[in-house]
């Protein structure tokens, strides 16, 4: 709560950029997704879900070359 206290008081927005896990990790992702979202409702913060995304387009894809 220290962060969104100090957010409000320079007029800016906490912000939690949702990661994803490396390859070898897969098997947490829909952790890490759920861990990103708790911590941004309970913070009352805004949450930009680009490892949901990844998610997704690696589900929709099959394709994990694009994967360092």
């Known amino acids: 709560m220290v962060l969104k206290y100090l ?6 927005e906490l912000v939690y950029y949702m990661v994803w896990p490396a390859k070898v990790n897969y098997h947490t992702f829909n952790a890490v997704i759920a861990n990103h979202r708790e911590a941004a409702e ?11 995304e990844w998610k997704d387009f690696l589900t929709l894809q099959a394709i994990f070359v694009l994967w360092f």
């Open 7 to 12: 957010c409000g008081q320079y007029g800016s």
């Open 42 to 52: 309970v913070n009352d913060a805004l949450l930009v879900p680009v490892g949901e």
